[in-house]
């Protein structure tokens, strides 16, 4: 099984702000790498695919980065409504996710 | 607009069984292979179950293999997951979500289950 590792489990950042999530593969996953938003008592939302690829109607403030193991999801300008936890997935072999990063209000 | 709606969740005993169905629209069914992944209370998402578009190839994680058994009716435009032999680890909401190009694109608004005695 590949095993996905989030970090940090929490980030605190204020509106306005930059924020960086990482998210490390136990091997490569080439670009079949997926980050996905979800907020309290919501469905999780599908953001990034192919590692770098914004799904429809995702904000331009949102982009991802990486391949083989290493991948990051940046969010240039944080708004209120991005407060939230944020699932990276591998999907290369099987579909395994991370542990999930909390976005807090700082 | 595409949509994907879950049922059957619920409060069950230990050994005990339901079936989840998952009623789609807004997308040609059969061209999509579907999925379902659960997230236990406060815990993070986990991959259970998919199947191929025309339903000849099922895929199952570790954990559940043997107990839980996807289907799909491309005439109704429906998932289901038979779910027996249930233990307390399966308490989870359980999510129906479209396999677009690998990852899962779409989801529901899921379904509790909930095992206890």
């Known amino acids: 099984e590949i095993v996905m590792t989030q970090s940090p489990a929490t980030l605190s950042v204020s509106p306005g702000e930059r924020a960086t999530l990482s998210c490390r593969a136990s091997q490569s996953v080439s670009s079949k790498l997926a980050w996905y938003q979800q907020k309290p008592g919501q469905a999780p939302r599908l953001l990034i695919y192919?590692?770098?690829t914004r799904a429809t109607g995702v904000p331009a403030r949102f982009s991802g980065s990486g391949s083989g193991t290493e991948f990051t999801l940046t969010i240039s300008s944080l708004q209120s409504e991005d407060f939230a936890v944020y699932y990276c997935?591998?999907?290369?072999?099987?579909?395994?996710f991370g542990q999930g990063t909390k976005v807090e209000i700082k | 607009e595409v949509q994907l709606v879950e049922s059957g969740g619920g409060l069950v005993q230990p050994g005990g069984s339901l079936r989840l169905s998952c009623a789609a629209s807004?997308?040609?069914?059969?061209?999509?292979?579907m999925g379902w992944v659960r997230q236990a209370p406060g815990k993070g998402l986990e991959w259970v179950s998919a199947?191929?578009?025309?339903?000849?190839?099922?895929y199952y994680a570790d954990s559940v293999r043997g107990r839980f058994t996807i289907s799909r009716d491309n005439s109704k435009n429906t998932l289901s997951l038979q779910v027996d032999s249930l233990r307390a680890a399966d308490t989870a909401v359980y999510y129906c979500?479209?396999?677009?190009?690998?990852?899962?694109?779409?989801w529901g608004q899921g379904t509790l289950v909930t095992v206890s005695s």
């Open positions: 199947i191929s578009g025309s339903g000849g190839s099922t």
């Open positions: 979500a479209r396999n677009g190009g690998g990852t899962f694109d779409y």
């Open positions: 997935q591998q999907y290369n072999k099987w579909w395994t």
């Open positions: 192919g590692a770098s």
């Open positions: 807004g997308f040609t069914f059969n061209n999509y292979d």
